[in-house]
């Protein structure tokens, strides 16, 4: 079974910041890993699938990168709208399995 | 655009039996390149995937809910359902339902419902 990782957990940052969320697979996955956002109350949206293919209408700021096991998404200047937790999800392998999560939130 | 909505009772007994659907509206349930799912997050936690299925009628579960998840289609009413037998406190989470494109991403999501187990 694959394990994965996410860090950190929690991420105190601010508007402005470029920040850097890391996913961790304890086998390679290619590059069959999506990135999604939840924000309190809501359910997750995809972010990014493939590893680094921005989802239609997910701002530019938003990246990501990677393949084999070590992941990272990258929002390059954080918007207030960007606080939120965000979950990797690995589809290489059956089941599907998210990561743990990591929490943005205000410094 | 498609949009998935759950539905069902928001309070379980323990012991008993959780039932939710899924209607989807804006595209259709037998569209081929899809996989109609369910995923949990109990409050606080993570996301728990717990099971797809193909407008066929092809299951397939988490092996940790498998003993306990059925999963059936309903093509006519363009709604997918949920069982979940002998629930505790454990399953106690918001469900959700989402479109899985071929064994890959979810997207998009149900807005989620929240069901409580308890007596």
């Known amino acids: 079974a694959i394990w994965m990782t996410q860090s950190p957990s929690l991420l105190s940052a601010s508007t402005g910041d470029r920040v850097t969320i890391s996913c961790r697979m304890s086998q390679g996955i290619s590059s069959y890993l999506a990135w999604y956002q939840q924000k309190p109350g809501k359910a997750p949206e995809l972010l990014i699938y493939?590893?680094?293919t921005l989802q239609s209408g997910v701002p530019s700021r938003f990246s990501g990168s990677g393949s084999g096991t070590d992941f990272t998404l990258t929002i390059s200047c954080l918007q207030s709208e960007d606080f939120a937790t965000y979950y990797c999800q690995q589809y290489y392998s059956f089941p599907p399995l998210f990561g743990p999560g990591t929490k943005v939130d205000i410094k | 655009q498609v949009q998935l909505q759950e539905s069902g009772p928001g309070l379980v007994k323990p012991s008993q039996t959780l039932s939710l659907t899924c209607t989807v509206s804006?595209?259709?349930?037998?569209?081929?390149?899809?996989?109609w799912s369910w995923i949990r997050q109990p409050p606080g936690k993570g996301l728990e995937w717990i099971g797809y299925i193909y407008y066929s009628g092809s299951t397939y579960y988490n092996p940790s809910l498998k003993s306990r998840v059925t999963i059936s289609v309903d093509t006519s009413k363009n709604q997918f359902s949920l069982k979940l037998s002998s629930v505790t406190a454990a399953d106690t989470a918001v469900y959700y339902c989402?479109?899985?494109?071929?064994?890959?991403?979810?997207?998009?999501w149900g807005q989620g419902t929240l069901v409580t187990v308890s007596s």
């Open positions: 989402a479109r899985l494109l071929s064994y890959n991403w979810f997207d998009p």
């Open positions: 493939a590893a680094s």
């Open positions: 804006g595209g259709s349930i037998s569209s081929g390149d899809y996989y």
